[in-house]
């Protein structure tokens, strides 16, 4: 069965700092992959997706990047968090050519003080 | 902006009554649409998919799908306090291929016993 997890689960950030959020999903091949942000009081934003290693598209312009150098592995990253980087923040995978189902990991959340 | 809307709540039922979701969406052209269910703390987990008009039952839950109203709903039958949780309506635009779903904000059920 396929599971996905992603790390770490709770950090806490001082503005300016860097960020590194990692995702990796078992059991399948060539996932879609998925990186969305649910800030207080607001719903799911799409932050990034990839249909495949190094492709990666941006939804909304912001200080994150996100990589993947591996088929199932998708990292989220910031050079320098901003206040409002504060959230939590959700890595989903569906396979190529679903309808539209998501499968979360377990959730970072990310406070920036 | 492609949008789903949905009342935040709290949407609050009585043990053992029906309740009753809903959600509006602006997309004519959407064909896919999911119901996840998200407890406080945790991540979004997929509990219904619908793709065509009328009801799809599964178990206590039904879900309702009006293309014409642009109009999708949940129903919880039984409802017990484990139900308690935030909704979130889910709507993909795409047939197949990459998977766009826009969340809406979710809506707050609690049970009360």
């Known amino acids: 069965s396929q599971t996905i997890h992603q790390w770490p689960a709770t950090l806490v950030q001082p503005v300016g700092s860097p960020l590194s959020l990692e995702c990796t999903v078992e059991g399948t091949s060539n996932p879609n992959l998925y990186w969305y942000r649910q800030a207080a009081g607001r719903g799911l934003q799409l932050l990034f997706y990839?249909?495949?290693?190094?492709?990666i598209s941006s939804e909304v312009p912001q200080n994150l990047s996100a990589s993947r150098p591996q088929d199932r592995q998708f990292i989220l990253s910031s050079k320098k968090l901003l206040l409002s980087d504060s959230g939590f923040y959700l890595c989903?995978?569906?396979?190529?050519?679903?309808?539209?189902?998501?499968?979360f990991g377990e959730g970072s959340r990310l406070t920036v003080l | 902006q492609k949008e789903v809307e949905q009342n935040s709540g709290p949407l609050s039922v009585p043990e053992g009554a029906i309740a009753s979701l809903n959600c509006t969406y602006s997309?004519?052209?959407?064909?896919?649409f999911f119901w996840y269910r998200q407890y406080s703390g945790k991540s979004p987990e997929l509990i219904m998919s619908i793709y065509s008009n009328g009801d799809k039952e599964d178990g206590r839950f039904t879900a309702q799908l009006n293309k014409a109203s642009q109009y999708v709903s949940l129903l919880i039958r039984d409802s017990q306090p484990s139900d308690s949780a935030t909704y979130l309506c889910?709507?993909?635009?795409?047939?197949?291929?990459?998977?766009?779903?826009?969340f809406g904000i979710g809506t707050k059920l609690q049970v009360i016993p």
């Open positions: 989903a995978w569906t396979w190529t050519g679903a309808t539209g189902e998501l499968f």
């Open positions: 889910a709507v993909n635009p795409n047939s197949g291929g990459y998977q766009k779903v826009t």
């Open positions: 990839s249909v495949g290693i190094g492709q």
């Open positions: 997309d004519r052209v959407s064909q896919s």
